[in-house]
């Protein structure tokens, strides 16, 4: 079920994840130019609206249907997403998201029924003709039935938000928020359901609070600091490393592994996050636009220029919270810190819950066979990937090992000529299913794991 809802989240942050480009253009230009702006400027201030309404929707659904459908969905999903976005007056970022794939989704099943009887010659004139009626079709469709189901979403969610903004409630988010970012589920939650909303509250207060509750780096930043007072092992030593990549890099999922070895820590995350929310919440602070990464240099670019006190206080009001909960844990009811044993006995229960262990050993095919590609796999492939793709190609360089492409990937799209795989341990079901042929090699800690230097060691014996 956790797969299952892991997958699910990413198909969702992987329509938007792909176009965060586009949208800080929008925040930087809605930051700005609008009238309570650090430059107002009428003329400039016009792209805002339609940005948020036409270009951003259009960009979502033309993702979320290349995903499913190659160029063909991409460019019917685009069409089709024209109805709702036609048909609303709010940004259509959740239509978008629904008619985008489902579009894709009908003209693949188009494709294939007639794949074989189109007569030679003819296949431009049916590609093109199909996508076109259908598009045509789809478009009226999407703006008669589509539209007025996602405006009674964006009511129900609205009188939700509203019903916690109003009893002061928003701080309570984080009791959902965080336990789900430990579960590698923070980009399908930042980008497929606190965006969308934060973007429509954007239009109408200029800020939104959205894109703060789970960017907020101040929550994890205690916890590391923590491990670096009380913790042990290999944790210990880790941590203040991960503090500068958490904090400054905006990589969240360097602290997940952290809460993983200990999961009492996680009510310090939750602690924290209530804390920071609250004192956002307290100074009217907000983003206007989504923060990626996560990182506190993001954070203020993308502020609303009179958010910036409130901002830091409370990222520093959740770290504080954070770190004062999880010191007594770490003191008095902590384990040894090191990561690997975590990780070791994590594979134990794995194996004693299945029957089996999911062996990230090599075959023997594969201990003889020369690698030539490596891919590091994350949930949404830029961030901790990307982090563990350079740490393995300096030590393959540093080892005089030539020859082999060391790549970042999402973790539910690794290329099929990738030979060996790296992961998170919490990602291996989905690495497998990925690409079940490829070795792969399951690890807790993205800086210092030992893992690197042992497959290094076999990449020496088959390279060299």
Known sequence: MKEKVQSFGRFLSGMVMPNIGAFIAWGLITALFIDTGWLPNARFAQLVGPMSSMLLPLMIAYTGGEAVAGKRGGVIGAIASMGVIVGSDVPMFIGAMIVGPLAAWIIKKFDKA????????????????????????????????????????????????????????????????????????????????????????????????????????????????????????????????????????GIHEIYFPYILMNPLLILAVMAGGAAGTFIFSLFHVGLTSPASPGSIIAILGMAERHSYLGLIIGVLAAAAVSFLVSLPILKFMGKDGSLEEAQAKKDAMKRQAKGSAVSTEPSADTRTEKISKIAFACDAGMGSSAMGATVLKKKIAAAGIEGIEVIHTPVSSIPSDVQIVVTHQELGERAAHSNPNARRILITNFMAAPEYDILVEDLKKTNL
């Not at 405006?151 to 701080?171: I, K, R």
């Open 114 to 249: 007639v794949e074989g009887h189109i007569p030679a010659g003819f296949e431009m004139l049916v590609n093109n003709f199909s996508i076109g009626i259908i598009g045509a079709v789809l478009v009226l469709l999407s703006m008669l039935g589509i539209t007025p189901l996602v405006e009674f979403l964006n009511q129900v969610m609205s009188a939700g938000v509203g019903f916690l903004v109003d009893h002061a409630l928003l701080p309570l988010t984080s009791i959902f928020i965080e336990p789900a970012k430990v579960l590698f589920l923070n980009n399908a939650i930042n980008h497929g359901i606190l965006s969308p909303m934060g973007i429509q509250q954007v239009e109408e207060a200029g800020k939104s609070i959205f894109f703060l509750l789970e960017a907020n780096p101040g929550p994890g930043l205690g916890v590391l600091l923590a491990y670096c007072i009380a913790g042990k092992g290999s944790a210990k030593s880790s941590a203040p490393g991960a503090v500068i990549i958490h904090f400054l890099g």
